[in-house]
């Protein structure tokens, strides 16, 4: 499975951007999918996961409200609505899949595909 992700740029706090992340190769309505990010200096944390069968999402709690996971089964592309930004909400944003979806959140750190990182920057 590769994974393909872009939308990142550069924004003022209060804006909004849209990641997407699109899959090819072998996939399954059992594959969950997510975003992690890194800012610098630390370490990276998950951002929110969805099922592909069912859309069961889960969220970190500080996006909650603000950023809204979804997918396009015909397209085999995930996105990341991400409203409201701040500052530290900048950071290198990694899409994830992993074939099953796996308690607590559906995806880890040590999730099977990972794709290319794309950057958000909000300016305060």
């Known amino acids: 499975v590769q994974l393909q992700a872009s939308g990142g740029g550069l924004v003022q706090a209060g804006g909004s951007l849209r990641l997407s992340c699109a899959a090819s190769?072998?996939?399954?309505?059992?594959?969950?999918m997510g975003w992690f990010r890194q800012a610098p200096g630390k370490e990276r944390e998950f951002v929110a996961s969805i099922r592909w069968s069912d859309t069961r999402k889960s969220y970190k709690d500080s996006v909650k409200g603000r950023f809204t996971i979804s997918r396009d089964r015909a397209k085999n592309t995930m996105y990341l609505q991400m409203n409201s930004l701040k500052a530290e909400d900048t950071a290198v944003y990694y899409c994830?899949?992993?074939?099953?979806?796996?308690?607590?959140?559906?995806?880890?750190?040590?999730?099977?595909?990972w794709g290319q990182g794309t950057q958000v920057t909000v300016s305060s």
């Open positions: 994830v899949a992993h074939p099953s979806w796996v308690q607590p959140v559906g995806v880890l750190p040590s999730s099977r595909y």
């Open positions: 190769g072998r996939t399954s309505s059992n594959y969950a």
